[in-house]
Each structure stands twice: as C-alpha cells, then as structure tokens.
C-alpha cells in the first residue's frame, strides 16, 4: 500500500465530534526509512467531544495512542477497555477496531509503519 493511499484509507471524511485538531498530519518517509526502519506516517492531537469514534475494519499501520485528558473506550480483537488520562494504547490496525470518546477527550495520535515496526509492536 503506498502512503497515498493509506492517507486515502485513514482520514474519515467530516470526522464527527473533533472539535480541534493540532498537529503535522501526515509525514513522507525516505525510502531508506520504508525499507529498513519504523517511522511515523501521521502524528496530530484531537480535542474531541463524545460524537467521537472510529469503526474500521482494517489500517496497514500500527497506532499509538496517549490520552492527554478524557476518557476512551476501545474495541478490539474481542475485548474491550477504557483508556484514562495518562494512558497510552498501542495497537495493530490490521485488525478491526473500534474506538471513542467518553467524555470530552484531549487524545495524541500516531500511525506507524515500517518494515522493523512489527517487530517492535510484538516486542512490546
């Protein structure tokens, strides 16, 4: 999948419930990086209110998330957990995956890939 596309696959269009999103969006890696290292596609932080979520079935990326303030409530690979304040959630979007704000939720987001990021995903 080429970074076009999973920019195309990645953005929800009129994603409900942001009400401010600061960050770079989404980062071209070298192709040295693509081929030998892990690095980030998309880095932004979402102030979110409870209209908030995602349903995907699949990403070809790994996503870290830290919630900054707020509550969110995740789906995936059969169970189900609330990330807090403080929290952070690592997880391989080629699953399918499920989450939202609770409450009004500040949420730091990265999409990462690579050829070395899965290692580093298990090893974790």
Request: charged share 20%; proline share 3%; glycine share 6%.
């Amino acid at each position: 999948m080429s970074i076009k596309e999973l920019q195309n696959d990645a953005v929800i269009k009129n994603e409900p419930g942001i009400i401010r999103k600061m960050g770079k969006g989404f980062h071209m890696p070298e192709p040295f990086a693509v081929q030998n290292l892990f690095y980030m596609i998309w880095g932004d932080e979402y102030l979110c209110d409870t209209t908030y979520y995602v349903n995907r079935k699949f990403l070809d990326s790994l996503s870290l998330f830290h919630i900054v303030h707020g509550e969110m409530e995740f789906k995936y690979r059969g169970n189900q957990f609330t990330a807090l304040a403080g929290d952070t959630v690592f997880l391989d979007f080629r699953y399918p995956h499920y989450y939202k704000a609770v409450q009004r939720t500040r949420v730091r987001q990265y999409l990462i890939a690579g050829n070395a990021a899965q290692s580093y995903f298990e090893l974790l």
